[in-house]
Structure formats: structure tokens, C-alpha cells
């Protein structure tokens, strides 16, 4: 880990507020100035004003790009986004608290359960309570795994925009196998809606540990291949080393996080800085990188599946009987089959899902460490059943600003690389 | 009510592990409506003056964590002085519309509530502690200065506040909409924005040929 100085971080500052590298152009501005941009005199070389996506390929879903190009050099650009905003801090105003994980869980669709724990983790401080020791281990098991299928869909899709199409197809499988056991447990591939305000919404079905350990044996395995398969190969090596590289300081001023942050050498980690859940009694390493290049960041990810792994093998031994949810009344609706037997219950059931339950006045801000950062939810209440303010703070969102910087002076071609290093989830993005 | 049933019993649960049925289950919860203690921790010296100060700015206690009440003016100051002080990353920056809410919130003494706030999360990582700043922006003049001199990464969130809320952020150098359309009338996350029925506005498709 590198030890920052403030000195150290006001030149990156400054560098950043000098170097231009950020387009600052509106949309409609870049669509009226797109293609070539004729000097008034030879001195300069031409510049051209181009659009990538928001409908390409290698944008992971509809990130927009303008790019400003001189010959095949990027020197300036600009994320344009926004086309998949559907309102959903909004929504969240309208929904009750039971009903917000629902919501929240389509915001970043590839690590789901690291909202719903952000959304359900501040509820919690709002109403404090706490969630019962095996509701805590259940919420650490699955968010691992989800972090496994997370960044297994990374390591399919950075293959796929750099010509590894092959590991399209691997990431894709072993990515299905992880579903796989999210689905045994939560009902859904996606979209779980399973971390819930006072703990999960099922426990962990008959048999569970023989499917995870079937999962966790397997992948090890695959992560060879995969290292066979890409980490060594000098093309894959070629494309990626020394592309898209960003500083510590740089990093830290644009308030990345995650595997950006952690490839620049700095090792932050939520689960090791500011412990929550039960991480604090895990043993496990942060996989940090020197240069803060794509290919760091490449690593750091595959590292972080087997590390993941390591976590969820100490959790199997570790798990403990009991409630995985609190069993206070306000907060949780009667068993099923109490209801057919007490209409005192029925009614309990009725309000907690119709009226939802009141949280006490407040606002509280709580963060967990996602696949792609840290993950935050800003929560305010004023006392009625549903949230009044309800903000996650999306790592995707954030980290998106560092694309002009890591981008500016390399090639048009490493713009995949990069964009793809970056790891964005759209729906995170725009919420 | 009395059900204090603790079972697991889900209908869709067959295979469900066979479960012992709990020990607990005759325990009569009584206090079924006991109110939810707020997990406090400690409080960094907490001083006998009525509007306490951190950093020279008034400051309150929510769950347990910091919070900073800056005036407008003292706002930008502020973060860059916590900067120097620590305070690197500005983990999150958004804007709160308190129109409807049916609270007094809990502000110290001298902060006098408006209708909007801009709420900033500060980071120190080698303390590893948080800080939120929380600053009123009244509704008349919603304006305050950016921080994205002093923390690049506060542009896009403050874009967002802007689009979301209207709040002006002075000095910015973008200050334009981000997730809504360029031509978008209105900021959605205003108290006073309706939901639903409200004629759906696209950009005027412009025809390619």
C-alpha cells in the first residue's frame, strides 16, 4: 500500500483539473458537431468529433461515448448517459420499506444481493434492530457467491471485447453454474429481492452445502484454465498492459473505488477498512496491483473469485442454527402457516404488507463493498412507512468518470479494453 | 397478538432440513412493542455547549455517525480544509428535498432548516472514518458552490443534483443534465413533481433521410 501524501495528491489534482481530458460538450452539442472539425489554419492537426454507442457492443449495454479524435488518438471525451434511467430513487419514495429491496435490486442487475444488503443495512440502522447471527452469515454467503457471478460475467465480457471470444462462452457457463445456486436459494437468477430489511427472505434450502461445495470445487479449476487461456498469453498481455493507467491519487481525487482503486496499489477494502457483517473474522487477502493498467485490473478480479471462495469455505464451517430473521413483530410478518390459524395473524400479515411498517425519523448513510466498489445507501426517513429520501450511491456511477482520463492519448481500439476494465453496469449507472 | 410462533414454516419450503422444533417457541414474547434502541456509539467527546462545533462548524450525531452543518458560504471552505485535514475521497455527494416531510428534522440550534440540502459524504481512508456534511439550500436561491475543484469526483454526482433537484452548483464546470434528456423540463426528484400521468417527453426524433 502505498502511502499517500497530501503533497503527492494535490499534483494529482491539479493534473486533473488541468489536463482536459473530459469533453465538455452537451448531447445535443456533440450531435451537432459530430465528424471532422476543420482548423482555421495547418498549425493543428484536424480533430474529429465521433459517437460510440449508445447501441454498440462493446459498451456493456448503453453507455454513450463522445469521443474527440485526432487521427486515431483520443485527446478528449466524454460519457454521455442516462438511457436506461427509469426514476428508480424515485420509486423508491413510493414503495414501503418491505417492498424497496424489489426495487433497489434492479438497479445493479449483476451483483443484485450488494444493493438489497446496502438498502436493507440502512433500514436496519434506522430502525435498529439487529439481524440474527445466522441472517448475517446467510447475507455474507450469498453475497459472495453473487460476487464470484459478478465478476465472472466480467472476465466473459473483457474476453469478449478483446477478441477472446472463447472465454465468452467459459465466463458465460461458470457464471450459469453460480446462478444456479443463487436460484436454489432465492427463487430467482436475478433480481432477488432475498436480502430483506431484518434479515433474508428464506433460509438456505435442504442440502445447500452440497451444491455449494460442488460449485466451489469446480471453479477453482475453471480459473486455471482461464489463467491458461488469457493470463499469460502475450496478446492478451499486449492488448492490455500499460493501457488505461491511473494513478493512486488520481483514483482516489475521482473517488473510484473497488478494483480500480485496489490496481493502483492502494488497498481499500470495505470489508477490511470498515468491517460489516461478520468480515471481520474472516481470513482473506486484498488483491491489489501495481501499475493501475486494464491488465491489474483483469487480475485483480480473477484473484478476487478465489478469494471469494476461501471466504465462503470458512462461512460453511462457520455457520451457525437459528433465526435468519429478527423476529421482531414490527418489523416481520407472521409465518404462512400461522395465518390459516389466527386471523390476528392474518391481520398482522395484512398491515405489514399493505401499510408496511414505520421507521423512525433519522437519515443514515451505510456501505458495503460491491464487485465494483463501495456501495452505498443514503437513507432518510421522517417517520412514515416508507423512505423519504432513498440515494445509492452506485460505484458504476462514480467510477464512470474516470473513462476521459484513462482514455485520453491512447488509441481508438483501446477504448474497448478500457471501458471494459472499468466494469460498468448500466443499470447501476442510471438507476 | 399472539403469535409467537419462531418456526420457519415456508409453504413452498418441502425439503426443507428437518427442523427441530424450537425450543423457544413457548416463550411468550411480551414486549412485542418495544421500541427500537438506536445503536449509539460513542460519541467523540461530547462537549456541554448547546450547539457543539467540529471543525468549526455546528455538528449533530445521527446513528451513530458525524455530521457537519455548514453554512453556504463556509461549505466549500470546509471540504477543502477536511481535505487537507484527511479527508480524501468524496465518496457521495446528493441533494434532499424536505418539502413534504412530516418531521422536524434535528438540526443544531443556529442551522435554520430550508427546503433543500446538499448531503456529502467525506472519507478518510488512513482513519478510516466518514463524515457527512449536510448543508441547507433554500428554495428560492438554489444555489451552492461546487466542490468539483477540490474533489473531481463530486462532477457527476453534482450533475445529478442539478438534474434531479435544480440545485445550481456555482463554478461547475458542466453543469448540465446527465440521466434526464438535454430538453427535459423539471427535476423528478423534486417533492413537487408528480408521479405518473405525465405526458411522456422524448426528444423529437430527428428523421435520418
Given at each position: 500500500?502505498t502511502?499517500?501524501?497530501i503533497?503527492?495528491?494535490?499534483?494529482?489534482?491539479?493534473?486533473?483539473?488541468?489536463?482536459?481530458?473530459v469533453l465538455?460538450l452537451?448531447?445535443?452539442?456533440a450531435?451537432?458537431?459530430s465528424?471532422y472539425?476543420?482548423?482555421?489554419?495547418?498549425s493543428?492537426?484536424?480533430r474529429m468529433?465521433?459517437?460510440?454507442?449508445?447501441?454498440?457492443p462493446?459498451?456493456?449495454?448503453?453507455?454513450?461515448?463522445?469521443?474527440?479524435?485526432?487521427?486515431?488518438t483520443?485527446?478528449?471525451?466524454?460519457?454521455?448517459?442516462?438511457?436506461?434511467?427509469?426514476?428508480?430513487?424515485?420509486?423508491?419514495?413510493?414503495?414501503?420499506?418491505?417492498?424497496?429491496?424489489?426495487?433497489?435490486t434492479?438497479?445493479?442487475?449483476?451483483s443484485?444481493l450488494?444493493?438489497?444488503?446496502?438498502?436493507?443495512?440502512?433500514?436496519?440502522?434506522?430502525?435498529?434492530?439487529?439481524?440474527?447471527?445466522?441472517?448475517?452469515?446467510?447475507?455474507?454467503?450469498?453475497?459472495?457467491?453473487?460476487?464470484i457471478?459478478?465478476?465472472?460475467?466480467?472476465?466473459a465480457?473483457?474476453g469478449?471485447?478483446?477478441g477472446?471470444?472463447g472465454?465468452?462462452?467459459?465466463?458465460?457457463r461458470?457464471?450459469?453454474?453460480?446462478?444456479?445456486?443463487?436460484e436454489?436459494?432465492?427463487?430467482?437468477?436475478?433480481?432477488h429481492?432475498?436480502?430483506?430489511?431484518?434479515?433474508?427472505?428464506?433460509?438456505?434450502?435442504?442440502?445447500?452445502?452440497?451444491?455449494?461445495?460442488?460449485?466451489?470445487?469446480?471453479?477453482?479449476?475453471?480459473?486455471?484454465?482461464?489463467?491458461?487461456?488469457m493470463?499469460?498469453?502475450p496478446?492478451w498481455r499486449g492488448?492490455?498492459?500499460?493501457?488505461?493507467?491511473i494513478?493512486?491519487?488520481?483514483?482516489?481525487?475521482?473517488g473510484?473505488?473497488?478494483?480500480?482503486?485496489?490496481?493502483?496499489?492502494?488497498?481499500?477494502?470495505?470489508?477490511?477498512?470498515?468491517?460489516?457483517?461478520?468480515y471481520d473474522?474472516?481470513?482473506f487477502?486484498?488483491?491489489?496491483?501495481t501499475?493501475?493498467?486494464?491488465?491489474?485490473?483483469?487480475?485483480?478480479r480473477?484473484?478476487?473469485?478465489?478469494e471469494?471462495?476461501?471466504?465462503?469455505?470458512?462461512?460453511?464451517e462457520?455457520?451457525?442454527?437459528?433465526?435468519?430473521?429478527?423476529?421482531?413483530?414490527?418489523?416481520?410478518?407472521?409465518?404462512?402457516?400461522?395465518?390459516?390459524?389466527?386471523?390476528?395473524?392474518?391481520i398482522?400479515?395484512?398491515k405489514?404488507?399493505t401499510?408496511g411498517?414505520?421507521v423512525p425519523?433519522?437519515?443514515?448513510?451505510?456501505?458495503?463493498e460491491?464487485?465494483?466498489?463501495?456501495?452505498g445507501?443514503?437513507?432518510?426517513?421522517?417517520?412514515?412507512?416508507?423512505?423519504?429520501?432513498?440515494?445509492?450511491r452506485e460505484p458504476?456511477?462514480?467510477?464512470?468518470?474516470t473513462?476521459?482520463?484513462l482514455m485520453?492519448?491512447s488509441?481508438?481500439?483501446?477504448?474497448?479494453?478500457?471501458?471494459?476494465?472499468?466494469?460498468?453496469?448500466?443499470g447501476?449507472?442510471?438507476? | 397478538m399472539a403469535?409467537?410462533?419462531v418456526?420457519?414454516?415456508?409453504?413452498?419450503?418441502?425439503e426443507?432440513a428437518?427442523?427441530?422444533?424450537?425450543?423457544?417457541?413457548a416463550?411468550p414474547?411480551?414486549?412485542?412493542?418495544e421500541?427500537p434502541?438506536?445503536?449509539?456509539?460513542?460519541?467523540?467527546?461530547?462537549a456541554?455547549p448547546?450547539?457543539?462545533?467540529?471543525?468549526g462548524v455546528?455538528?449533530?450525531?445521527?446513528?451513530?455517525?458525524?455530521v457537519?452543518?455548514?453554512?453556504?458560504?463556509?461549505y466549500?471552505?470546509?471540504?477543502?480544509?477536511?481535505?487537507?485535514?484527511?479527508?480524501?475521497?468524496?465518496?457521495?455527494?446528493?441533494?434532499?428535498d424536505?418539502?413534504?416531510?412530516?418531521?422536524?428534522?434535528?438540526?443544531?440550534?443556529?442551522?435554520?432548516?430550508?427546503?433543500f440540502?446538499?448531503?456529502?459524504?467525506?472519507?478518510?481512508?488512513?482513519?478510516?472514518s466518514?463524515?457527512?456534511?449536510?448543508?441547507q439550500?433554500?428554495?428560492?436561491?438554489?444555489?451552492?458552490?461546487?466542490?468539483s475543484?477540490?474533489?473531481?469526483?463530486?462532477?457527476?454526482?453534482?450533475?445529478?443534483?442539478?438534474?434531479l433537484?435544480?440545485?445550481?452548483?456555482?463554478?461547475?464546470p458542466?453543469?448540465?443534465?446527465?440521466?434526464?434528456?438535454?430538453d427535459?423540463e423539471?427535476?423528478?426528484?423534486r417533492?413537487?413533481?408528480?408521479?405518473?400521468?405525465?405526458?411522456?417527453?422524448?426528444?423529437?426524433?430527428?428523421?435520418?433521410?
Open positions: 500500500m502511502a499517500t501524501d503533497s503527492v495528491l494535490n499534483s494529482a489534482l491539479e493534473r486533473l483539473n488541468a489536463d482536459e481530458s465538455r452537451s448531447e445535443t452539442e450531435e451537432a458537431r465528424g472539425q476543420p482548423t482555421a489554419d495547418d493543428e492537426p484536424e468529433i465521433m459517437n460510440m454507442g449508445p447501441q454498440h462493446s459498451t456493456h449495454g448503453v453507455l454513450r461515448l463522445v469521443l474527440e479524435l485526432e487521427g486515431e483520443i485527446r478528449r471525451s466524454k460519457p454521455v448517459i442516462g438511457y436506461l434511467h427509469t426514476g428508480m430513487e424515485k420509486t423508491g419514495e413510493n414503495l414501503t420499506y418491505l417492498q424497496g429491496p424489489t426495487n433497489v434492479r438497479m445493479d442487475y449483476v443484485p450488494f444493493t438489497e444488503l446496502a438498502f436493507s443495512m440502512a433500514t436496519e440502522a434506522l430502525l435498529g434492530i439487529e439481524v440474527p447471527e445466522r441472517g448475517q452469515w446467510i447475507r455474507m454467503l450469498m453475497t459472495e457467491v453473487n460476487r457471478s459478478s465478476h465472472l460475467l466480467f472476465l465480457t473483457n469478449m471485447d478483446l477472446a471470444v472465454m465468452m462462452i467459459y465466463g458465460w461458470e457464471r450459469e453454474e453460480t446462478l444456479r445456486f443463487l436454489a436459494v432465492t427463487g430467482l437468477r436475478m433480481n429481492n432475498y436480502i430483506r430489511p431484518g434479515g433474508v427472505a428464506a433460509d438456505l434450502p435442504g442440502g445447500w452445502e452440497d451444491e455449494l461445495t460442488a460449485l466451489i470445487d469446480v471453479i477453482p479449476g475453471r480459473l486455471e484454465e482461464f489463467d491458461l487461456l493470463t499469460g498469453q496478446i492488448r492490455l498492459q500499460g493501457v488505461g493507467v494513478t493512486a491519487e488520481e483514483a482516489i481525487s475521482l473510484t473505488t473497488g478494483p480500480i482503486l485496489r490496481s493502483t496499489g492502494f488497498a481499500w477494502d470495505l470489508r477490511r477498512e470498515q468491517p460489516y457483517l461478520y473474522q474472516m481470513d487477502d486484498v488483491i491489489v496491483g501499475f493501475g493498467d486494464c491488465y491489474d485490473r483483469y487480475a485483480i480473477l484473484q478476487e473469485i478465489r471469494s471462495i476461501r471466504i465462503i469455505r470458512q462461512i460453511m462457520r455457520m451457525p442454527e437459528g433465526d435468519y430473521k429478527v423476529q421482531d413483530k414490527k418489523v416481520t410478518p407472521p409465518p404462512r402457516a400461522r395465518i390459516d390459524e389466527s386471523m390476528e395473524a392474518l398482522h400479515h395484512f405489514i404488507y401499510e411498517y414505520k425519523e433519522g437519515e443514515v448513510y451505510v456501505a458495503v460491491s464487485p465494483r466498489g463501495e456501495l445507501c443514503y437513507m432518510v426517513s421522517d417517520g412514515e412507512g416508507k423512505p423519504y429520501r432513498m440515494h445509492i458504476s456511477f462514480v467510477n464512470l468518470q473513462l476521459p482520463h485520453k492519448d488509441f481508438l481500439a483501446d477504448t474497448v479494453a478500457i471501458i471494459s476494465s472499468v466494469d460498468p453496469i448500466m447501476g449507472v442510471d438507476r | 403469535d409467537d410462533e418456526t420457519t414454516a415456508d409453504e413452498s419450503d418441502d426443507a428437518p427442523e427441530e422444533a424450537s425450543p423457544e417457541e416463550a414474547e411480551a414486549a412485542v412493542a421500541e434502541e438506536v445503536a449509539e456509539e460513542p460519541e467523540p467527546a461530547p456541554p448547546e450547539v457543539e462545533k467540529l471543525h455546528p455538528v449533530s450525531y445521527s446513528r451513530g455517525q458525524t457537519l452543518h455548514p453554512s453556504r458560504e463556509e466549500a471552505d470546509l471540504v477543502g480544509t477536511l481535505r487537507d485535514q484527511g479527508y480524501w475521497m468524496c465518496i457521495d455527494l446528493c441533494g434532499v424536505y418539502l413534504t416531510a412530516n418531521a422536524q428534522r434535528t438540526l443544531p440550534a443556529t442551522v435554520s432548516p430550508e427546503r440540502e446538499v448531503v456529502v459524504g467525506l472519507l478518510n481512508m488512513t482513519e478510516r466518514r463524515l457527512r456534511i449536510r448543508v439550500v433554500p428554495a428560492a436561491d438554489p444555489t451552492v458552490p461546487t466542490i475543484k477540490i474533489h473531481p469526483g463530486a462532477e457527476n454526482p453534482e450533475r445529478e443534483a442539478y438534474d433537484f435544480g440545485i445550481r452548483f456555482d463554478g461547475h458542466d453543469l448540465t443534465r446527465i440521466l434526464m434528456p438535454d427535459w423539471g427535476h423528478p426528484l417533492k413537487d413533481y408528480s408521479v405518473g400521468s405525465i405526458p411522456v417527453q422524448f426528444k423529437e426524433a430527428p428523421t435520418v433521410r
